[in-house]
């Protein structure tokens, strides 16, 4: 029966309803004893009812809490209580798989999702319901596989046996020729037609769900349930519908998930797992022109300084807040061509349009009014998803998020894409820097000093005061200093902060002590030199 809110499941707390479907209804509650919200599935009476079936049930939660792996949702326990039997679960915070996304991203989630695939496989489980709305990506871009309701477990550890009929699996004889249990658009042929499934089930749907992730379109979207089950079976797969830039080697993976043959479909997800992870790691291996590869800087060669050198000219407004690396002499400059959409003096926004990464392989930038990432061994930038109003991007010390102003809130988002995650209000930002102390330094509001906020989100604490007796009524523009013990800064005498009024100065994160570097001018950045501690 369905629960309401208040209503209590053993130590459970019912918060609010989440959603349902076949195998029951799924509600957030909080667990009194440990002082955590989690997810709370109510199993449809005709399961909880019938003991042959709750045994089976019980026997594949504990097959199910067995999957201890950072890609797939927990399961907790099994709760009864007024006759009610419930799965109690982990709850994931997030939003669920839509494409299309940039390469990058798209294919990062693809990797973590095939991980948990394979720790699946690995213990003789069947998801048989892998579909964008059972992936939840977390707000700091973690992939979270949901759903193992229709899963069949091939091997049962506790009775050695693989008795399909006596298999442990929620869904009982779905497992059996002539029943089919799935989603219409996702399911493999031979589930779609009632042929019993292993784990290439599972590397169909995989392929399907990458694909939609790359086109943003389903493969298989009939009029009617019928007609997707037909195109599932039978519609013909144009490859070339995917995106112009899709590498080869992702193209040859696709081919080989989506082979409706099933003995030659591939046979172990893990290794869709590895060639990603190869991609990833060495983007060239998936140039398909290898004149194209010889033209693009390789990455081992890529020279910091000279790039940045360069977007100061070309770009302006560059942030040199991550620049460490030393000259090389012999080395020549690499040109790069960004769209940064319209001029800067039609866009009302603080800060610099583009920065560089700490390690000199990626680029941040802004363009449209949306922020994008881009890597100096590739072509093309992608968008970062949720960063529409973006200003004044600036890097985390290992190059892995990117913080922003948006909306009035401070926010950070991975490079490989996923939710931004909100830190705090920031009215009027004009500029921050992420120290390795897991701190970040900000200018919030349009008058006031510097902050400090966590870099996990939290509140922001003051870190410089205003001197009324210089007229200050801002300070921006923060820069932590290798050390991590000084933040270099302007102050302003004025809200419209130009440069005759501006002085560059030096705070102490240690004592709060200050020192004035330079009279009249802005927006100072702290540059590593070959020799000595650099220059102003």
């Known amino acids: 029966m369905p629960l309401s809110v208040g209503d209590r499941l053993g130590s459970y707390e019912i918060v609010a309803p989440i959603g349902a479907g076949g195998m029951g209804e799924v509600y957030r509650a909080k667990d009194t004893k440990l002082e955590r919200e989690v997810a709370i599935k109510v199993l449809p009476a005709a399961l909880a009812q019938d003991p042959e079936r709750l045994a089976r049930f019980e026997r594949e939660a504990k097959v199910l809490a067995s999957l201890n792996h950072p890609n797939i949702a927990q399961i907790y326990g099994v709760e009864e209580s007024n006759r009610i039997r419930a799965l109690v679960m982990e709850l994931v915070p997030g939003e669920t798989l839509k494409g299309p996304l940039p390469l990058e991203t798209a294919l990062n989630y693809a990797r973590q999702i095939a991980d948990a695939l394979e720790a699946a496989h690995e213990k003789g489980i069947t ?16 992939v979270k596989v949901l ?39 996702y399911m493999s042929p031979e589930q779609a037609s009632g042929k019993p499934v292993d784990k290439r089930a599972d590397i169909w749907s995989f392929g399907v769900v990458l694909w939609e992730m790359l086109t943003g379109q389903r493969l298989f979207d009939g009029e009617t349930i019928s007609h997707t089950l037909a195109d ?17 080697v992702i193209r040859e993976l696709l081919r080989r998930c989506l082979d409706r043959d099933v003995k030659n479909r591939m046979r172990d997800i893990g290794e869709a797992r590895v060639a990603i992870s190869k991609y990833l790691a060495d983007p060239e291996s998936g140039i398909e022109n290898p004149a194209q590869a010889a033209s693009l800087p390789h990455k081992r060669t890529m020279i910091p300084w000279a790039v940045a050198a360069l977007l100061a000219i070309a770009l302006g407004g560059v942030s040199w807040a991550a620049y460490r690396a030393t000259r090389p002499q ?35 930038y802004l363009s449209q009014d949306r922020l994008f990432t881009r890597r100096l061994d590739q072509s093309q930038g992608t968008e970062l998803s949720g960063t529409l109003g973006a200003a004044s991007p600036f890097f985390s010390p290992d190059g892995q998020w990117i913080g922003f102003a948006a909306g009035g809130k401070l926010k950070k988002v991975s490079v490989v894409g996923g939710s931004a995650v909100t830190l705090c ?53 923060p820069q932590i200093l290798p050390g991590g ?52």
């Not at 050695?160 to 799935?182: K, Y």
């Open 127 to 142: 998801h048989r319901d892998l579909k964008p709305a059972n992936v939840m990506i977390t707000p700091t871009g973690v």
């Open 147 to 185: 759903d193992f309701g229709l899963a069949f477990v091939a091997h049962d550890p506790a009775s050695g046996g693989a008795d399909p009929i006596n298999s442990p699996t929620l869904t009982m004889r779905a497992t059996q020729a002539g029943m089919i249990m799935g989603t219409a658009a």
């Open 232 to 248: 599932v079976l039978r519609g013909p797969i144009d490859f070339n519908a995917l995106p112009p830039g899709t590498p080869k």
């Open 330 to 364: 012999e080395k020549s400059a690499v040109r790069l061509d960004i769209d940064l959409g319209p001029d800067r003096s039609e866009r009302s926004g603080f800060g610099p349009d583009v920065v560089l990464s700490p390690d000199g392989t990626r680029l941040a």
């Open 425 to 477: 209000d920031a009215p009027f930002f004009t500029g921050g820097s992420w120290g390795e102390d897991g701190y970040i330094v900000a200018s919030l509001t349009l008058v006031g000093g510097l902050s400090r906020i966590p870099a996990d989100g939290g509140a922001a604490v003051p870190l410089t005061q205003l001197d009324r007796a210089r007229r200050e009524v801002t300070h921006r523009w």
């Open 485 to 536: 013990k000084t933040v270099v800064f302007t102050s302003n005498t004025s809200t419209v902060g130009g440069f005759d009024d501006g002085v560059i100065q030096a705070v102490s994160l240690a004592d709060g002590r200050r020192k004035t570097l330079r009279q009249g001018g802005t927006f100072g950045r702290y540059l590593p030199a070959s020799k000595g501690s650099g220059h102003m």
